[in-house]
């Protein structure tokens, strides 16, 4: 009864099928830092859940879908101890994935599999669609993909994009690269990202200027086992105590995102304070440069001189915080709560912390969506072009200035295995 619903919404009437694959984000991936074509033929294969999360767009109201998926490989594979702490630790049952996990293979298909029930046929789907196709620090989740659902990773990054661009022509989006080339926040990593954006929504909403809206579907109480609930909140317990200022943050958390010591680390994690103390020192900073700005200003008028042009920035620090709940509204859809600057009470954390792939996946897509709406101001009309031009079909690549570029060369040419699936995507059709 699932695979309609999903086949459904990755149809026409959803414009964001988003994907998110949960990974060891406590441990760093050692990448060579220069050559990309060292850095793809690096990445391992390991995958143990699938995420997808629907956005129907109603201009900056978005109603909002996660579908889950575990998933487990039929092949001998290795782990990571560390990584499988990671993810215990965040609350992903091993258990329930060996038992009820739905199976797939790596690299080619194979002549006898259910074709109508089997992943592949779901992510063929969403291939035939032609919707955007958006990750968060994207290029190993794309590894992932291409060589778990579709074919054998071809040997060259030039064809590997090439394969891409054809997969995805409606493009693809990396919500780490607006993080850190458009909306230029302090740090980009996935969290971060997503509670700096709500909290600039917040700002905006309070102000009566255009912000984002997120709905949510109202589910039959006979599918609540079915239905895993998570707080999105702004702000966390600790930090709204006002306990939290007692312990200094965290340099390398703040900074990365992750920290080898963990849950063993006696410094914060927690990220409001890691956006508190950034714009505190932003703010320093601006009061800095407005004062030196004024004092040459005045030289430069008793020299009888006109003074330099304002200086912008492109950074803004949120003037009011949210603590986001889901209510219903008019509808009869939940939404999200009214921004409030004073305590709220709220029900039982929930359990296995944030990073789980459904709210990485629903985080990542919030991003996108504010970015997109700032990007597009009060034009309403995005035409025929690429969706989001500044940020289409690159992918944000770790010590380099410049992203991977999704494109097919002249120099490049498509695998025979992609060039098969494609056949077979569109025979089908």
Not at 8 to 36: D, F, K, N, Q, W
Not at 72 to 99: I, R, T, W
Not at 129 to 151: E, M, R, S, T, W
Request: net charge neutral; aromatic share 10%.
């Amino acid at each position: 009864t699932l695979c309609p619903a999903l086949l459904s919404r990755g149809g026409h009437g959803y414009r964001l099928p988003i994907t998110e694959l949960p990974g060891p984000a406590g441990t760093p991936v050692l990448l060579p830092p220069r050559c990309i074509e060292e850095r793809y033929k690096a990445v391992c294969a390991r995958i143990y859940n699938l995420t997808l999360l629907c956005m129907e767009d109603y201009v900056n109201t978005y109603l909002c879908q996660i579908y889950n998926l575990t998933l487990l490989c039929m092949e001998d594979y290795v782990v990571e101890p560390q990584s499988v702490q990671f993810l215990v630790q965040h609350g992903f049952d091993f258990n329930k994935q060996y038992a009820q996990g739905i199976p797939y293979h790596k690299g080619n298909d194979k002549g006898n599999e259910n074709q109508n029930q089997s992943v592949r046929t779901f992510f063929l789907e969403l291939i035939r669609a032609k919707k955007p196709l958006i990750l968060h620090n994207g290029l190993i989740d794309l590894v992932f993909l291409y060589q778990c659902f579709y074919a054998h990773l071809p040997d060259s990054l030039g064809t590997f994009t090439a394969d891409l661009s054809e997969m995805f022509p409606a493009g693809i989006y990396d919500t780490k690269y607006a993080s850190e080339f458009e909306t230029r926040f302090v740090a980009s990593y996935l969290e971060y990202a997503y509670k700096k954006c709500k909290r600039e929504n917040c700002k905006l909403k309070d102000s009566s200027g255009q912000h984002l809206t997120v709905e949510f579907c109202s589910y039959p109480a006979n599918m609540s086992r079915y239905i895993d609930y998570r707080h999105c909140s702004l702000e966390e317990e600790s930090h709204n105590v006002g306990g939290g200022n007692n312990v200094p943050v965290c340099e390398k958390f703040s900074a990365y995102g992750w920290c080898p010591k963990g849950i063993k680390c006696p410094q914060s994690h927690n990220i409001d304070l890691i956006i508190d103390e950034d714009d505190r020192l932003w703010e320093e900073k601006r009061k800095k440069r407005k004062h030196k700005w004024k004092r040459k200003e005045m030289e430069l008028t008793q020299n009888g001189e006109d003074g330099p042009p304002r200086k912008q920035s492109c950074y803004e620090p949120a003037a009011a915080t949210e603590l986001a709940e889901i209510t219903p509204n008019s509808e009869g859809r939940p939404t999200e709560a009214a921004c409030a600057t004073e305590k709220e009470t709220h029900g039982p954390p929930s359990q296995g912390g944030t990073h789980r792939a459904g709210f990485d996946a629903f985080m990542t897509g919030y991003i996108m969506a504010y970015v997109w709406m700032l990007k597009k101001g009060k034009n309403t009309d995005t035409g025929a072009g690429p969706w989001l031009p500044d940020c289409h079909n690159k992918l944000y690549l770790s010590g380099k200035s410049v992203p991977l570029q999704i494109v097919k060369s002249l120099f490049s040419k498509s695998s025979k295995a992609h060039s098969q699936k494609m056949k077979l995507a569109w025979a089908s059709a």
